[in-house]
């Protein structure tokens, strides 16, 4: 009431003032606080890490999934206390990436002795995948999003550094499209299984790492070269776009004061 400091209503038996001091007192009320005060206030903001669920919650979950879904997409519970299921990978890539060139496709006995087929050449070559091509991965409840980019990488034979790469959920809520980044040590099965089956609520998107934590060395000179053209070419889409735009809106608006001549008014 005399010195007029503000603070939360959960901080106020932390603060101690010398309230004593006359409202036109120059000295500041951050200069009347005590030293032990700060330290009680620096605990109080310190968050607590939610437990991580048990197994009987897990299998809960699991069983409540199932429940949903409409294929035979199931996740399954180990004896462990693991799971494993299925999620689908939007891939929503603007720039080419580079293969080998000349590799035949992967069939499936090299799938399952793990052969690298992009190994077997020096030569490379770039190409741009499917835009929104989907990939349907089964993965348990261990593999971490970097796992993820690096098995969708393999299985497209593409040798660019994963780093290029971000994996992004996709939600939808009040009409908009949202997009979050994923950390390399997120679990994307344990996010499926708390948004359920239903893609809408969530999905998994690959798109360009385009915040600035790109490693441009890893990068090499024609590829780079390859890029600047590209931002040309998307330059000048870019400007068209906005010159249409506006010589469309130049003649609505050219033809509306043509009509209106000679109106009263």
């Known amino acids: 009431a005399d010195c007029r400091y503000t603070c939360h209503q959960e901080c106020r038996s932390l603060i101690q003032l010398d309230c004593r001091r006359p ?29 991580p669920p048990t197994v009987q919650e897990i299998k809960q979950k699991i069983e409540k999934y199932n429940a949903k879904v409409t294929n035979c ?29 000349g590799i035949r496709p992967q069939s499936i006995y090299d799938a399952l002795k ?4 992009a190994e ?29 980019i690096q098995g969708l990488l393999k299985k497209f034979m593409v040798v660019d550094n ?16 949202l997009f ?7 679990y994307p099965l344990y996010l499926r299984l708390l948004a359920g089956p239903d893609t809408d609520v969530l999905s998994f998107v690959l798109k360009e790492n385009e915040t600035g934590e790109v490693e441009w060395d890893a990068f090499s000179i ?6 600047l053209m590209i931002l040309d070419k998307e330059e ?30």
């Open 222 to 227: 024609p590829e780079l070269q390859n890029f």
């Open 114 to 117: 793990e052969v690298n087929l």
């Open 162 to 177: 994963p780093q290029k790469f971000a994996l992004f959920k996709e939600m939808r809520k009040d009409g908009q499209v």
């Open 73 to 101: 997409l199931l996740m399954k519970l180990n004896d462990d206390g693991t799971y494993t299921g299925f999620i689908k990978v939007h891939l929503k890539l603007r720039r080419p990436v580079t293969v080998p060139a």
């Open 236 to 265: 000048k889409d870019k400007i068209q776009q906005v010159h249409r735009k506006y010589e469309r809106f130049k003649q609505r608006l050219q033809q509306t004061l043509k009509e209106a001549r000679g109106k009263p008014g």
């Open 180 to 186: 979050q980044k994923l950390p390399l040590t997120e």
């Open 23 to 51: 409202a036109q007192s120059q000295l500041s009320p951050e200069g009347t606080l005590l030293p032990p005060c700060s330290q009680n206030v620096t605990q109080t903001v310190q968050e607590e890490k939610p437990k």
């Open 120 to 148: 077997m050449t020096d030569k490379r070559t770039s190409f741009y995948l499917p835009l929104d091509a989907i990939k349907q991965l089964h993965i348990s409840s261990t593999t971490t999003v970097s796992e993820v």
